[in-house]
């Protein structure tokens, strides 16, 4: 924060500096070109300074400050026009954001303004990627509400129908629980993203074994990667932190889902837990497809699905609670994908006792 008064208080200067350098040089050319024109006059004869008619000095001053008015005000138009028309095209641009146009740019001029156009141009490029990002969630994310809706509404039409043996009523029963639990789960993610997106400050922090933790949320997967017939490598201690438990809980839920939904049948997961002197690695890896560099840097962005994952369940949002509860935590988390293998990796920096 303080950095960035600085940084403002640094611009409001440099701005005071240009706009008195601008005064300055009109009033210094105002004067040379008045008071130049005068002494050419004088010195070939054209004009005769007297005591009287246009020679008085009351004339001479008179014409001296109409022609400064006339040559000031040219002057000021021509070059006061210079610092205000990139103000006037950031208005014109802002108008263009407001109205909707996202694809708004203003020109890099070389001189006045550079800095106004080029931040302009950031801010208007990460509006409209949000934007493309925001309207690819709403599509995505109600084709998502709808298939386990209408998956549900099927199953229960055929059920109140009647008719069916014990075995397929209770597999359409599986179905719509399996289902339901879906629904319920992308609507806890929405919601959970919304709680901590503009939180600042971490609340609810005790002390917990997070080792067990981390186990817990392996059990609660346990009927997804049974199905696909994963091996699980477990390489921890019992480690003891001081956190959110609840929030902590969401990123290893959120990881472990991610790595069992990307890891083909009987594949591997790999999870470890490693102590340094900056506290806490946790690292979650899997085989599998690989994630490209360019879709690393914008895997953990709000509602952004790889190709990929279009074919998976998934909102787009939970690598990006993750993110955000490890930024919570002063901590940070990082991706790094090749040779068939993936690991994503949470560092947690502060005191971590071993139990």
């Not at 049974?226 to 932190?241: N, P, T």
């Given at each position: 924060m303080r950095g960035y008064r600085k940084q403002k208080k640094h611009r409001i200067a440099l701005l005071t500096v240009i706009f008195a350098l601008i005064v300055f040089c009109i009033i210094a050319a105002t004067m040379a070109i008045v008071w130049g024109i005068g002494f050419v006059l004088v010195q070939t004869g054209l004009w005769t300074l007297s005591g009287r008619g246009s020679g008085s000095l009351p004339f001479v001053l008179l014409i001296f400050a109409l022609a400064s008015i006339g040559v000031g005000t040219i002057l000021a138009v021509t070059l006061g026009r210079l610092p205000f028309r990139p103000l006037g095209r950031l208005l014109y641009g802002l108008q263009q954001l407001t109205d909707g146009n996202y694809s708004a740019r203003l020109p890099e001029e070389k001189r006045f303004g550079r800095e106004l156009s080029r931040r302009f141009n950031l801010l208007a490029e990460e509006l409209q990627n949000t934007e493309m990002l925001r309207s690819d969630f709403v599509n995505s994310f109600s084709h998502e509400f709808k298939t386990p809706i209408v998956s549900i509404q099927g199953f229960a039409q055929l059920l109140n129908r009647g008719g069916l043996s014990e075995k397929q009523t209770r597999e359409y029963l599986e179905i719509i629980e399996e289902e339901s639990r879906r629904l319920a789960a992308m609507a806890t993610n929405v919601l959970n993203y919304?709680?901590?997106?503009?939180?600042?400050?971490?609340?609810?922090?005790?002390?917990?074994?997070?080792?067990?933790?981390?186990?817990?949320?392996?059990?609660?997967?346990?009927?997804?990667?049974?199905?696909?017939?994963?091996?699980?490598?477990?390489?921890?201690?019992?480690?003891?932190?001081?956190?959110?438990?609840?929030?902590?809980?969401?990123?290893?839920?959120?990881?472990?889902?991610?790595?069992?939904?990307?890891?083909?049948?009987?594949?591997?997961?790999?999870?470890?837990?490693?102590?340094?002197?900056?506290?806490l690695l946790v690292r979650v890896g899997n085989s599998g497809p690989e994630i490209s560099p360019e879709e690393q840097k914008r895997i953990f962005q709000k509602f952004y699905q790889s190709d990929s994952s279009h074919a998976k369940e998934g909102t787009g949002l939970g690598l990006t609670i993750a993110r955000r509860i490890t930024e919570l935590h002063g901590g940070t988390i990082a991706v790094e994908s090749g040779e068939g293998r993936t690991v994503f990796t949470v560092r947690l920096p502060q005191p971590v006792s071993t139990l």
């Open positions: 919304s709680k901590i997106e503009n939180q600042k400050i971490l609340t609810g922090i005790s002390r917990f074994n997070l080792s067990e933790q981390i186990r817990t949320c392996i059990l609660l997967l346990e009927k997804k990667w049974s199905r696909k017939e994963l091996e699980l490598s477990l390489e921890f201690q019992e480690y003891e932190v001081a956190a959110n438990e609840e929030m902590l809980k969401q990123v290893w839920i959120n990881l472990l889902d991610n790595a069992v939904k990307f890891t083909p049948e009987k594949g591997k997961i790999e999870v470890s837990i490693q102590k340094d002197d900056r506290g």
